[in-house]
């Protein structure tokens, strides 16, 4: 029986807790913690359990996600040290023995820059893994094997931010992907692969939303590529510290919530108007085109326009069309909808049921969102600590 209502239970740390992830059925929790151990705790009857606690890192560990559930109890974490890892649930050991999850695969950093966050999809039994940098260079990655997870080869890698962040220069990227086997429908009718891969992307003051179609390649073969964003999402006054993308797939629109250092939550709507008429049927590897953000008429190519951060600043528009030349690329429309006003909030996620948003802040208070009959949107519900 699964228990009713919200519990506190002790994460058995003495540090911070960085990040938290729930499996796709909310019966799993992962933390990851700045004294460098991951813990994964099981919902057993009506009580959390602690299941396992290991050294995962050799530094803070950042962040940790679960892979989908019909691919095994696999998680990736990444951490200070510059490292990826991905772990396996070997069943046959003990219960906090320490030794249940085994490292299968570790990376580093190829240019010595740490990873600040992971996302796993999982598109028609297929598993694909994002992860960026601190200085925004977002890389996809497969399986070799599709079976086994102890070997990952690099797909593509694209840079998310126009300009150099410093040493020393606060930052913020964050990815996510939207959780569905293919894009919303109206997406697919007006010309978008079923197969594309959708994922939105914290880049300072902005977000950056990708639409990866496979390309064919040398050989003839199928592989997924980045082209340039088909929606940037700005007005913001800050740093966007996090950023939710629904998984529903039958509204005609999607919904990808952002939440700020200026203490707003803001929820956009991206749309593709059915008037488009990119090339979609598998497209040939070129290039990377130049895009036209027509709400600023600023060219987007291979090379980078410089913008820094008070370029994001002076950008008060809360709606914006953008046009892609690239083969496989469609136009899409982005507009703000809702700006909520949400102090020292820091992340934001929909709930299972894609129509409430949940976000969360200094305050420990999570609170709870959805949209009325006149489209506005609410508060309903708050919890945590008094």
């Known amino acids: 029986m699964v228990t009713q209502g919200f519990q506190n239970f002790a994460h058995s740390s003495n540090d911070l807790v960085l990040a938290a992830h729930f499996n796709e059925y909310g019966t799993r929790l992962v933390t990851a913690c700045a004294d460098h151990r991951l813990r ?3 919902l057993n009857q009506e009580h959390w359990q602690l299941t396992d606690l290991w050294r995962g890192h050799n530094g803070q560990v950042v962040d940790a996600k679960w892979n989908g559930p019909k691919r095994g109890q696999i998680l990736g974490s990444i951490g200070d040290d510059l490292r990826l890892k991905i772990w396996q649930e070997d069943p046959a050991e003990a219960h906090n023995s320490g030794r249940r999850f085994k490292c299968v695969f570790s990376q580093s950093s190829g240019h010595s820059v740490v990873y600040t966050s992971l996302g796993f999809v999982n598109p028609n039994r297929e598993t694909y893994l994002a992860i960026v940098t601190r200085d925004g260079l977002l890389s996809l ?3 070799v094997n599709p079976e086994k997870f102890d070997d990952w080869r690099e797909i593509d890698q694209i840079l998310v931010c126009d300009e150099h ?5 606060e930052s913020c990227f964050k990815l996510c992907f939207q959780q569905t086997t293919h894009p919303n429908r109206m997406a697919i ?5 079923r197969a594309a891969l959708s994922i939105a992307v914290t880049a300072m003051t902005e977000v950056r939303i990708y639409r990866v179609i496979k390309m064919t390649g040398h050989g003839g073969q199928e592989i997924y590529k980045f082209q340039d964003p088909v929606a940037i999402l700005g007005g913001v006054e800050g740093l966007v510290r996090s950023v939710a993308w629904s998984a529903e797939v039958w509204r005609p629109q999607d919904w990808i919530a952002t939440a700020a250092a200026d203490g707003y939550i803001r929820i ?9 008429t990119s090339q979609t049927s598998n497209p040939t590897v070129q290039p990377r085109s130049t895009l036209l953000d027509a709400g600023e008429g600023a ?4 090379v980078r ?3 820094g951060i008070g370029a994001g600043l002076d950008r008060v528009s809360l709606a914006a069309s953008f046009s892609s030349l690239g083969l496989g690329q469609l136009r899409h429309e982005a507009k703000c909808v809702e700006q909520i006003k949400h102090e020292g909030v820091w ?5 299972t049921n894609r129509h409430i948003l949940v976000s969360t802040g200094d305050s420990g208070q999570a609170r709870m969102w959805r949209q009325a009959h006149d489209g506005k949107w609410h508060e309903f519900a708050d919890f945590g600590p008094e």
């Not at 956009?268 to 488009?276: A, D, G, M, Q, V």
């Not at 992340?347 to 709930?351: L, S």
Request: aromatic share 8%; glycine share 8%; no cysteine.
């Open 40 to 42: 994964v705790f099981d």
């Open 141 to 143: 990655l497969e399986p």
């Open 165 to 169: 962040i410093a040493r020393g220069v």
């Open 189 to 193: 009718s007006a010309g978008l692969d």
């Open 268 to 276: 956009y709507e991206i749309t593709i108007p059915k008037e488009n």
């Open 299 to 302: 060219s987007r190519s291979g």
């Open 305 to 307: 326009a410089p913008s």
């Open 347 to 351: 992340e934001v996620q929909w709930m």
